[in-house]
T-cell receptor, first 115, second 115 residues
């Protein structure tokens, strides 16, 4: 079965420190991976995606993600966290088998950046 | 949230009542999706449509219905058969390609509460 796991419900980081939000996946075929961010009572905003090519993907707001095929991971990173980065982050993988290419989401990781 | 609008922002449902959530997009996207978000569970697919006048059930379609009469619009009806409708509902859209690589963009969401 295809799935996404975000092993940490919450990540706490001090402002200015690097941050990592973890994601692992299990898919059939090529993985198409996405990261979204959600602020309270808002929709999801697209950050970045991995389709093919370089394992390091750069996205919006200074975020990047590293695709690691051997570890089936797609961790989200940022070199220097901002208080405004505090939000709920979702990793997702595209269903490559059925259901019209729906996104399969992880349960989300709450990122808290303290001043 | 791009060119996707959802209304209303908050919706209250009485027992036995059907309610309809609106989703409109001006992105000229072929595919549209409805997801339900519950705390700690990520997002789950309710229905999706890849083209006008066609739609398919997702993972949790029971108690919901949709229509796709226009490319721009994909309304979701929460029927009285849905016994636990309290949730945050998110609409998304994407272009439609054969490779499933396209990004889904989300609307701002509708929060449904039961009176």
């Amino acid at each position: 079965a295809q799935s996404v796991a975000q092993p940490e419900d919450q990540v706490n980081v001090a402002e200015g420190n690097p941050l990592t939000v973890k994601c692992t996946y299990s898919v059939s075929g090529n993985p198409y991976l996405f990261w979204y961010v959600q602020y309270p009572n808002r929709g999801l905003q697209f950050l970045l995606k991995y389709i093919t090519g370089d394992n390091l993907v750069k996205g919006s707001y200074g975020f990047e993600a590293e695709f690691n095929k051997s570890q089936t991971s797609f961790h989200l990173k940022k070199p220097s966290a901002l208080v405004s980065d505090s939000a709920l982050y979702f990793c997702a993988v595209r269903d490559s088998v059925n259901q019209g290419g729906k996104l399969i989401f992880g349960q989300g990781t709450e990122l808290s950046v303290k001043p | 949230d791009g060119g996707i609008t959802q209304s209303p922002k908050y919706l209250f449902r009485k027992e036995g009542q059907n309610v309809t959530l609106s989703c409109e997009q001006n992105l000229n996207h072929d595919a549209m999706y409805w997801y339900r978000q519950d705390p700690g569970q990520g997002l789950r697919l309710i229905y999706y449509s890849q083209i006008v006048n066609d739609f398919q059930k997702g993972d949790i379609a029971e108690g919901y219905s949709v229509s796709r009469e226009k490319k721009e619009s994909f309304p979701l009806t929460v029927t009285s058969a849905q016994k636990n409708p309290t949730a945050f509902y998110l609409c998304a859209s994407s272009t439609r390609t054969s490779g499933n690589q396209e990004t889904q963009y989300f609307g701002p969401g509708t929060r449904l509460l039961v009176l």
